[in-house]
């Protein structure tokens, strides 16, 4: 029984930090970013993001994204700069090709910096993938 039951491997799907400029506060903040680099949408997708230490423990954030599009990217949520001090872990889960895939992604604690920034797949953009 266990043997005929498929876990799909997550592939092509990406969680970024990205440092970005703030209009309305006139401000460079970290935004973090779901992207989609594979060649179909993925559905239903949930986002579920904490921040965590040895004793400290953020509240935890669920974001119902809905769909992105084949080779695209979507917005999640602002990082504040108290939270890059912590282990910061988003787990994401969704529907593609009429399967659920679910994947864990972890940016360790002090990896949110400048000096990591590298060029972004989709996005066209530089930030920090996520493990």
Known sequence: MRKDIEIP???DV??????EWNEEFLSQDWNAYIINNRKTPIE??????????NAIRTSVMRHGIGV???RDYAKVE????DVLKLHNEF???FFAEGKLYDKKYCFPKYS???DALRDI??????GILAE
């Open 9 to 11: 491997v997550v592939k």
């Open 78 to 81: 602002l990082v504040q700069e």
């Open 112 to 114: 949110i910096k400048e």
């Open 44 to 53: 239903m997708v949930m986002v579920v993001s904490k921040g965590f230490d």
């Open 91 to 93: 787990s994401v889960t």
């Open 68 to 70: 992105v599009g084949a």
């Open 14 to 19: 990406y969680i970024a930090m990205v440092r």
């Open 121 to 126: 797949p989709v996005m066209e953009a530089r």
